[in-house]
């Protein structure tokens, strides 16, 4: 979708370096989340965020941490990277969804992090 | 905990041959059902959503998809498959809060 954008798309980098992924959209949502994908495994969600002042970890955060340094941007930081951090990571947004349920959550292209 | 189980890791069809692609979710009470398209190279788009009312969700680029409660699945369908409908397809299951559960998905590979 292009209302979310990621940069970078690509990303090789060594162990220990610190790395951040960036992601903005302009689809005006409150909501957005940071998930990674590995092959088999399907989507894991790493981090959360209601609004700016309201992030929440997800099922995999150790290693991670993440900013909202506004309603239109999440960005995600590997503090020390590790070859197992290698995978696909996608940033997604959705819109509070009235009456309670899940929201309908909205796509970026991915970043691939490769960690040597 | 909720769960969304896709049985097949890998389909092969013909193009122009039907399709369906299977999901079982787990939850106790009734779940907001998705499936999600990622070609080669790209971020996931949406294919469909169920929320409540008909059961029988149509969806873009001719997709449906069935909820069916009764066995605990959502499975997606197209009656004629095209060779750019070859991806990767994910099956998401959300319940009372924000959370989505993602399947592992199905690679959908179609033969001219």
């Known amino acids: 979708d292009a209302d979310v954008t990621q940069t970078p798309r690509n990303r090789i980098t060594k162990t220990g370096k610190r790395i951040m992924l960036e992601c903005s959209q302009t689809?005006?949502?409150?909501?957005m989340y940071w998930y990674r994908q590995d092959p088999g495994l399907g989507l894991r969600l790493i981090y959360y965020s209601f609004d700016v002042k309201d992030i929440n970890k997800g099922e995999i955060s150790d290693g991670y941490s993440v900013s909202r340094q506004a309603q239109a941007k999440f960005s995600l930081s590997l503090e020390s990277a590790i070859p197992n951090q290698t995978a696909l990571y996608f940033c997604?947004?959705?819109?509070?969804?009235?009456?309670?349920?899940?929201?309908?959550?909205?796509f970026g292209p991915g970043t691939r992090l490769t960690v040597l | 905990a909720q769960s969304v189980t896709q049985p097949d890791i890998h389909i092969t069809v013909s193009e122009g041959a039907s399709l369906e692609l299977r999901c079982n979710y787990s939850?106790?009470?009734?779940?907001?059902l998705f499936w999600y398209v990622q070609s080669p190279g790209q971020g996931l788009q949406l294919l469909l959503k169920?929320?409540?009312?008909?059961?029988l969700v149509q969806g873009i680029k001719g997709f449906e998809a069935e909820f069916k409660r009764s066995q605990s699945s959502f499975n997606l369908r197209k009656p004629s498959v095209h060779w750019s409908d070859a991806a990767e397809y994910f099956c998401?299951?959300?319940?009372?809060?924000?959370?989505?559960?993602f399947g592992k998905g199905t690679l959908l590979t179609v033969n001219p």
């Open positions: 998401a299951s959300g319940g009372s809060n924000y959370k989505l559960t």
């Open positions: 689809k005006g949502h409150d909501r």
């Open positions: 169920y929320f409540s009312g008909d059961t």
């Open positions: 939850y106790g009470a009734t779940p907001y």
């Open positions: 997604a947004t959705s819109d509070f969804r009235a009456g309670g349920g899940a929201d309908t959550q909205y």
